[in-house]
């Protein structure tokens, strides 16, 4: 089976731009989730999706936010970019089935100037 | 709320030495435990987890044992090699997320 893929892998922006990131889950993965790595805060939990719901979110501001289509494809985005918000951004596609067995894209990193 | 608490890196061995690296955690009731690895330049991999006390973890060498006891899942290796040249993480699973430790990095010299 083909792993979890995200594009962009890397991406520039200017504050105040927004930004969409895309992740393709693992076939037949139903869950996806977002994290956000930076040297700083280590790996924080963004959003977890499961059949196109959002069923949990972790504590960021608004400007970040996702969907998820019925193909399990899902997208995050941020709006009005701060540098703050320059990471490695990570997705993570689980079968729901499996408790906590999350596969990991190889991430897109994101640079705001 | 719940948490995890790495040991702080780096942690630096030579080939063949015996690993452990320590990992506590702050949760209610028992979630399940997992040691996650990021090799340099690459998103995470699964490397074990175990999902109920003293289950024992175990993947390429590595293994961690769940106590309840002393709330701990530490990692261990009996001979490490340069490429187990990683960071480190440990995590437990709660409502539909992972809670990640801070990571620890871990250097093997030839």
């Known amino acids: 089976k083909a792993g979890v893929t995200q594009t962009p892998r890397y991406l520039i922006k200017t504050r105040g731009q927004q930004v969409t990131l895309s992740c393709s889950p693992i076939s037949g993965h139903r869950s996806v989730s977002w994290y956000q790595q930076t040297p700083g805060q280590g790996l924080q939990f963004l959003f977890e999706?499961?059949?196109?719901?959002?069923?949990n979110k972790g504590n960021f501001p608004g400007r970040f936010s996702g969907r998820q289509f019925s193909n399990s494809r899902s997208e995050m985005n941020v709006s009005t970019l701060e540098l703050g918000d320059s990471a490695l951004y990570l997705c993570?596609?689980?079968?729901?089935?499996?408790?906590?067995?999350?596969?990991f894209g190889p991430g897109t990193r994101l640079l705001v100037l | 709320g719940n948490s995890v608490t790495q040991m702080e890196g780096p942690v630096t061995l030579s080939e063949e030495a015996f690993l452990t690296i320590n990992c506590t955690y702050t949760?209610?009731?028992?979630?399940?435990l997992f040691w996650y690895v990021q090799y340099p330049g690459e998103g995470l991999q699964l490397l074990l987890k175990a999902t109920k006390a003293d289950d024992k973890g175990s993947n390429k060498g590595f293994e961690a044992t769940y106590r309840k006891e002393t709330t701990s899942f530490h990692l261990e290796k009996g001979s490490v090699q340069v490429s187990d040249s990683a960071v480190y993480f440990c995590?437990?699973?709660?409502?539909?997320?992972?809670?990640w430790g801070a990571g620890t990095k871990l250097i093997i010299k030839p």
């Open positions: 999706y499961f059949s196109e719901t959002q069923r």
């Open positions: 993570a596609s689980r079968n729901f089935s499996g408790v906590g067995d999350q596969y």
């Open positions: 949760a209610t009731g028992y979630p399940s």
């Open positions: 995590a437990l699973w709660s409502n539909y997320q992972l809670i």
